[in-house]
């Protein structure tokens, strides 16, 4: 006798919206891009990511994704996001195929396609995990695949399930989304959590600030949607013009691997670095937040400063993929 299954299920997230169980919303669906997220969406996802929360916070995992597979095709490096989406199907219940330690082990190297590389995973998974160098090869794998496929960042296009907890992490250490400053600080350009995250945004009442080397500006696509929009927007070369006033320092890393001249990255890899001396004119009440990985644009000094939201962020992240996981299937 299966003993697991007479056991009352601990969760069934009962009390969730009324979307959740109506099939409409996510079910079944790739996530592609941010732009899927309408704001009842959003705050439908956090709400969900609260009950995850609580679920790992009280039990560590439940069976909700039992019996259920995940692909993780990774074809660019990563730490967080792809344990984040391990951690978040195993809490689920569910199991992980992982091809995150390279695709040079996988057939890949011998010269198989993202599409059939895709048709192969599927047959044995329930929904495919993708990053990948290329811009719009989300798009293309979703067309290929018949189960759901989620990006997990193509190129400097967009990362999106990155800008959810990005923005879910804003509400938690604010309290609020409507009404802010937030200042983007680093690879504007380059940097696909700013871009995810500055398309959510467009949907909020907040003022933007956009802190770069003229070389790494926000592309001008974005700043005309901003401006399209209505959106209070401003951009300078500057921290010290934002410092003083933003709820929010979204600090990120100058993308080396998008640079095909090294001599330009060498011009603009010490761009910015916050330290607590240039902390000490922020807000006591601002976030300090960062997509991770970092390389010197935030001093390690920093780290117990109670501003500081990045390892906050990251846990956040195990949440809302929980949440969109839970939701997708
Ligand atoms: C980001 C990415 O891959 O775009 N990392 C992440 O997923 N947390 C940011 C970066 O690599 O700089």
């Known amino acids: 006798m299966d003993y697991v299954q007479n056991l009352p299920r601990l969760f069934d997230f009962a009390d969730l919206p009324e979307t959740e169980t109506s099939g409409n919303g996510l079910t079944g669906q790739d996530i592609i891009s941010v732009d899927q997220f309408d704001r009842e969406k959003l705050s439908n996802l956090f709400h969900r990511a609260h009950e995850m929360r609580e679920m790992v916070e009280r039990v560590g995992s439940c069976d909700l994704l039992k019996g259920s597979i995940l692909a993780c095709l990774f074809y660019e490096p ?5 344990a984040s989406f391990i951690a978040s199907m195993q809490r689920l219940g569910g199991s992980v195929i992982p091809i995150t330690q390279g695709v040079q082990f996988s057939s890949v190297s011998k010269g198989e396609s993202l599409p059939d590389t895709i048709r192969t995973l599927e047959q044995y998974s329930d929904v495919i995990v993708l990053r990948h160098p290329e811009l719009g090869s989300s798009m293309r794998a979703a067309e290929a695949a018949h189960v759901p496929v989620i990006n997990a960042g193509d190129g400097a296009g967009e990362h ?5 907890l990005d923005l879910f992490t804003i509400r938690e250490e604010l309290g609020t989304i409507d009404g802010l400053k937030i200042a983007m600080v680093g690879d504007l350009r380059y940097g696909r959590t700013v871009h995810s995250l500055t398309r959510l945004l467009m949907q909020y009442d907040v003022s933007l600030r956009y802190v770069s080397p003229e070389m790494l500006r926000l592309p001008m696509s974005l700043m005309n949607q901003l401006i399209d929009r209505g959106i209070k927007v401003r951009e300078t070369h500057d921290v010290a013009d934002v410092i003083e006033n933003a709820d ?22 010490d761009c910015y670095k916050l330290t607590p001396e240039i902390m000490q004119r ?12 970092r390389v010197g644009e935030i001093d390690p000094a920093l780290d117990d400063d109670p501003r500081a939201a990045y390892f906050r962020q990251v846990k956040n992240g195990m949440y809302v993929r929980m949440a969109l996981l839970a939701w997708i299937y």
């Open 78 to 82: 990563s730490t967080r996001t792809s």
């Open 160 to 164: 999106p399930t990155q800008a959810l």
């Open 248 to 269: 929010v320092l979204y600090v990120t890393r100058v993308q080396k691997e998008r640079f095909s001249d090294p001599a330009q990255y060498e011009e603009v890899k």
């Open 282 to 293: 922020a807000k006591s009440t601002t976030a300090l937040m960062h997509p991770l990985p």
